[in-house]
Antibody, heavy 122, light 106 residues
């Protein structure tokens, strides 16, 4: 079965770029029909969708983060990645990657990574 | 942007109770509405997609209904493992989550 695993630095300095990788196992990231998402959860708060990348490379970002976000695919490694620039303390959160299905299942996210905590330090 | 609200924000219930959670969208979203369950320290789990379709492997005591702007998640008979926080999420325009409903033990 498909599994996702986030990896990356747990501590990032303010004003720098947060970079995370999601490694997909048990299935190909290039197989059609799936959207590869990043979501975050601030401490004790709800969920915030960051953006997704389709297997074709098409991206769609949360408008509130769009100016700072970039998501890319590395099909050779079966990974997708998140870059969030100019971070502040407000970007401290648990970051999840998740697989989303298409319109026929309302873009529901059916497989999630365990999440990784990122703290922005001053 | 489409805003999502949920009510109640929290509720206390007993095992065996019927529980209903409401989600409302700030504009019509057809049936582009999903429900998730999240337990502390864990990733969310997809329960319901497209407003009323049960995700594979999810117990049949969970059901969803609604279309347009108003949606509900119902747990027909609450089980001990159902104490968690529940989120709705729209995917009609970008993706946004509701603020969550925490279900705890009465």
């Amino acid at each position: 079965q498909v599994q996702l695993q986030e990896s990356g630095p747990g501590l990032v300095k303010a004003s720098q770029t947060l970079s995370l990788i999601c490694t997909v196992s048990g299935g190909s990231i290039s197989s059609g029909g799936y959207y590869w998402n990043w979501i975050r959860q601030h401490p004790g708060r709800g969920l915030e969708w960051i953006g997704y990348i389709y297997y074709s490379g098409t991206t769609y970002y949360n408008p509130s983060l769009k100016s700072r976000v970039s998501i890319s695919l590395d099909t050779s490694k079966n990974q997708f990645s998140l870059n969030l620039s100019s971070v502040t303390a407000a970007d401290t959160a648990v970051y999840f990657c998740a697989r989303g299905c298409g319109a026929d299942c309302s873009y529901g996210m059916d497989v999630w990574g365990q999440g990784t905590t990122v703290t922005v330090s001053s | 942007d489409i805003q999502m609200t949920q009510s109640p924000s929290s509720l206390s219930a007993s095992v065996g109770d019927r529980v209903t959670i409401t989600c409302r969208a700030s504009q019509r979203i057809s049936n582009y509405l999903n429900w998730y369950q999240q337990k502390p320290g864990k990733a969310p789990k997809l329960l319901i997609y497209a407003a009323s379709s049960l995700q594979s492997g999810v117990p049949s005591r969970f059901s969803g209904s609604g279309s347009g702007t108003d949606f509900t998640l119902t747990i027909s008979s609450l089980q001990p493992e159902d104490f968690a926080t529940y989120y709705c999420q729209q995917s009609y325009s970008a993706l946004t989550f509701g603020p969550g409903t925490k279900v705890d033990i009465k």
